[in-house]
């Protein structure tokens, strides 16, 4: 009985931990967004828009690095996972519009919530990702 009760604590603090993170990866995104969404106007006052575009889209993996490793999982993450968060992002890229195309063609679901049902799918499985790229080995 006395084990149980230690598991069944830990088990709770490992909920709450990811709990914490789950809610710290929603707030970092939305700032990330935004804070890439405006760099992006910014630049656009002094260079093409797609330029503008693509260094605002890199400037966001950069920040999201940086917040992910420091204010996501605090962690410093496992080696290359820099890396790894570039090709979470490639990740999306590829993933998003797959999931709309699989929504509107195959399910044949209505084409304005397409956007919103990749990014439900598609955040949870990046959150799992970017868990696994800041969690030390042998812990989960």
């Known amino acids: 009985p006395g084990l149980r009760r230690v598991r069944q604590g830990s088990e709770r603090r490992s909920a709450a931990v ?24 910014l630049l656009m006052r002094r260079i093409d828009y797609r330029a503008a575009y693509v260094l605002a889209f890199l400037a966001g993996i950069v920040l999201s690095a940086v917040l992910l ?9 496992r080696r290359y996972a820099n890396l790894y968060v570039a090709a979470n992002y490639g990740l999306q890229l590829l993933l998003g519009p797959l999931v709309v195309r699989a929504w509107v063609e195959w399910m044949h679901g209505p084409v304005r919530p397409a956007p919103a049902v990749a990014i439900a799918v598609c955040v949870p499985l990046v959150f799992l990702l970017q868990r696994w790229v800041f969690t030390p080995y042998g812990k989960s």
Do not use: Q
């Open 69 to 77: 490793r420091h204010v996501v999982f605090r962690r410093p993450g």
């Open 18 to 41: 990811i709990f914490r993170e789950v809610v710290r990866y929603l707030l970092v995104g939305g700032l990330n967004t935004v804070a890439t969404y405006a760099l992006y106007l």
